[in-house]
């Protein structure tokens, strides 16, 4: 069955980086397209891009342009979403995400894994 | 004024119809967007729903039940999750969608409280 499965809990300090990992089993990683999607607590989803492991690209909001870097290695089936310059507004739940590309059916999420940012 | 919104709450009776609205801003035309619908429970991840662009170009969840169903109302500007036959377990967060601007957007989502 399909499962993508999300690293743990991270706490950093502001102005630090942080670098979530995916590991998607049960499918091709190249033949989907992977979306990343915060939640803060209390709060609603916030879309921050997309990539495709099959071409590398990717797509991100502007919201997050420059600071954020989204990759895959395909050898092991793993997507990797990293955000540099931690502030405290980062604090949130981010789920990786499979879609069909050029379809918005978000199909199987990551369990999500909780950044904390926190001097 | 934000590409999507939804309102933050509603109430309904067990085994009666909810109607949750997304309803777009001025200057989008929902008649151009598929609207993408996410169902989700306190302390698990959101569940695709089903996406709906029209009577003949629609999908449906794996293993969602047919009682949720997508439409628009072009007068609205609004794409609507119509839950008909409203058990308990439906009571959840609700998220809109929509690909605007080279982005995918979700609504501020609808808390749906079955009582």
């Known amino acids: 069955q399909v499962q993508l499965v999300q690293s743990g809990a991270e706490v950093k300090k502001p102005g630090a980086s942080v670098k979530v990992s995916c590991k998607a089993s049960g499918y091709t990683l190249t033949n989907y397209d992977i979306n990343w999607v915060r939640q803060a607590t209390g709060q609603g989803l916030e879309w921050m891009g997309w990539m495709n492991p099959n071409s590398g690209d990717t797509g991100y909001a502007q919201k997050f342009q420059g600071r954020v870097t989204m990759t895959s290695d395909t050898s092991i089936n793993t997507a990797y979403m990293e955000l540099r310059s931690l502030i405290s507004e980062d604090t949130a739940i981010y789920y990786c995400?499979?879609?069909?590309?050029?379809?918005?059916?978000?199909?199987?999420w990551g369990q999500g894994a909780l950044v904390t940012v926190s001097s | 004024q934000a590409v999507l919104t939804q309102p933050s709450s509603l109430s309904a009776s067990p085994g009666t119809s909810a109607s949750l609205t997304c309803t777009l801003r001025i200057g989008i035309n929902v008649g151009t967007y598929s609207i993408y619908w996410f169902q989700q429970k306190p302390g698990s991840p959101p569940q695709y729903l089903l996406k709906?662009?029209?009577?003949?170009?629609?999908?449906?969840g794996s293993g969602v039940p047919s009682r949720f169903s997508g439409s628009k109302d072009a007068s609205a500007n609004a794409g609507i999750l119509l839950i008909s036959g409203l058990q308990s377990e439906d009571e959840a967060d609700y998220y809109c969608m929509i690909w605007h601007s080279s982005a995918w957007v979700f609504g501020g989502g609808t808390k749906l409280t079955v009582l």
């Open positions: 709906y662009n029209s009577d003949s170009d629609k999908r449906q």
């Open positions: 995400v499979r879609n069909a590309p050029f379809t918005g059916d978000f199909d199987y």
